[in-house]
């Protein structure tokens, strides 16, 4: 028949069986998991959030040193005209939907602005043409919105290019779905 294997001296327990002994590795195993685990949520915070690191190195900015910092420095604004009555049906809502939108550009002088009066029907045109490929959804995030008016900012740059003219910001004024 089959024997039995007799454990090695010393691993036998009170009762005559063989003893775990994982009751220490387990522990000192569970102390290491949360070292490591401390250890990763303190590097990740140090530097992924410059706040944390602020208040460590003693250097944290209060309300009051930003605010001053941005007195400091005044946004200068330039030449400003606007677009009005803008409306599209947007992209895959079947003509159910319609965005109306004014539009407010920016030029650092007037001859940037009489380009834009100049050529304002390609401008218009471009400005339908991006706004008509967005869907509703698209048009309705707002965490999209900067990147919106980015693309037609570009749009309308390359338009102002052959007038050696362009335009610094561009603005919604007015942004309506239906």
Do not use: C, H, W
């Not at 002994?21 to 490591?36: D, E, N, P």
């Not at 420095?73 to 159910?96: C, D, H, I, K, W």
């Not at 740059?157 to 362009?166: H, T, Y």
Request: hydrophobic letters at 45%.
């Amino acid at each position: 028949m089959a024997e039995q294997q007799q454990p090695a001296d010393g691993d036998v327990g009170a009762e005559g069986k063989p003893s775990k002994g994982g009751g220490k590795t387990f522990l000192v195993t569970i102390i290491a998991v949360i070292l490591v685990a401390v250890g990763a949520g303190a590097a990740a915070a140090y530097l992924f959030f410059p706040q944390v690191t602020a208040m460590i190195d003693g250097t944290e900015q209060t309300a009051e040193d930003i605010a001053e910092e941005e007195a400091a420095e005044p946004v200068e604004y330039g030449e400003f005209t606007e677009l009005q009555g803008l409306m599209v049906n947007p992209a895959e809502s079947n003509g159910r939907r319609a965005l109306m939108v004014s539009v407010g550009l920016e030029g650092q002088d007037a001859d940037a602005l009489e380009a834009v009066g100049l050529r304002e029907i390609v401008i218009r045109d471009r400005i339908l043409s991006i706004l008509s490929s967005l869907t509703v959804d698209q048009l309705t995030d707002y965490a999209l919105r900067d990147s919106i008016k980015t693309r037609m900012l570009l749009d309308i740059n390359s338009v102002l290019a052959q007038d050696e003219v362009a335009l610094s910001r561009l603005y919604f004024t007015g942004f309506i779905v239906q």
